[in-house]
């Protein structure tokens, strides 16, 4: 079966400092991954996707970026945070089906709080 | 561009009925209804992938109208555990691009 692991579960970090959140997905492959940021209350936005090994694609320009590096594994970076990156950050795949994504599943979710 | 979904709110009492819409602007190749509890992940209800199409779980049931572009989700006979924030998700490209409307906040009290 397929499972998902997203880590750390929470984290509190000062403005400035870099951030390194990291998914990966067991039991399938070539699947389509997504980072979500989800402010306190707030809906889910999207900011990256990626259908395969080294293609993101980014949502919102910001401070922060995203590496595929291996086909299940998937990497939320900044090299310096702002006080706006504070949020709930999720991690999901998808198997690609013709016409369109089957469903999400979704991560633990990463709580990320920056003072 | 993110979906528009109706209403934003919704306080019901146990054993009534709800309907949320969910809206997008270009078309749509699916539609995806997820709950989200408070703190939690979101967890998949169903996905609408033909125009027209009416899909059920239990008592949560949905349509998807391609032309209108337009998806709604229906709950029937609320129960306490149907509380929670409800996502409509629309997708182009085949999958590449997949994004959420605002989400429905609904409670369901005793």
């Known amino acids: 079966s397929q499972t998902i692991h997203q880590w750390p579960a929470t984290l509190v970090q000062p403005v400035g400092s870099p951030l390194s959140l990291e998914c990966t997905v067991e039991g399938t492959s070539n699947p389509n991954l997504y980072w979500y940021r989800q402010a306190a209350g707030r809906g889910l936005q999207l900011l990256f996707y990626?259908?395969?090994?080294?293609?993101i694609s980014s949502e919102v320009p910001q401070n922060l970026s995203a590496s595929r590096p291996q086909d299940r594994q998937f990497i939320l970076s900044s090299k310096k945070l702002l006080l706006s990156d504070s949020g709930f950050y999720l991690c999901?795949?998808?198997?690609?089906?013709?016409?369109?994504?089957?469903?999400?599943?979704f991560g633990e979710g990463s709580r990320l709080t920056v003072l | 561009q993110q979906p528009v979904q109706s209403p934003q709110a919704v306080i019901l009492r146990e054993g009534e009925d709800a309907v949320i819409n969910c809206s997008s602007s270009?078309?749509?190749?699916?539609v995806h209804w997820y709950r989200q509890k408070h703190g939690e992940a979101p967890v998949f209800l169903m996905i609408l992938l033909k125009g027209g199409e009416q899909k059920g779980h239990d008592k949560i049931s949905a349509s998807f109208n391609e032309k209108k572009q337009q998806s709604s989700l229906y709950l029937t006979a609320s129960q306490l555990s149907y509380s929670g924030t409800y996502f409509c998700?629309?997708?182009?490209?085949?999958?590449?691009?997949?994004?959420f409307g605002p989400g429905t906040r609904l409670s369901v009290l005793p």
């Open positions: 999901a795949w998808s198997a690609p089906i013709v016409g369109g994504s089957g469903e999400l599943f």
């Open positions: 990626s259908v395969g090994i080294g293609q």
């Open positions: 270009k078309a749509l190749y699916s």
């Open positions: 998700g629309t997708e182009d490209n085949y999958g590449q691009n997949f994004v």
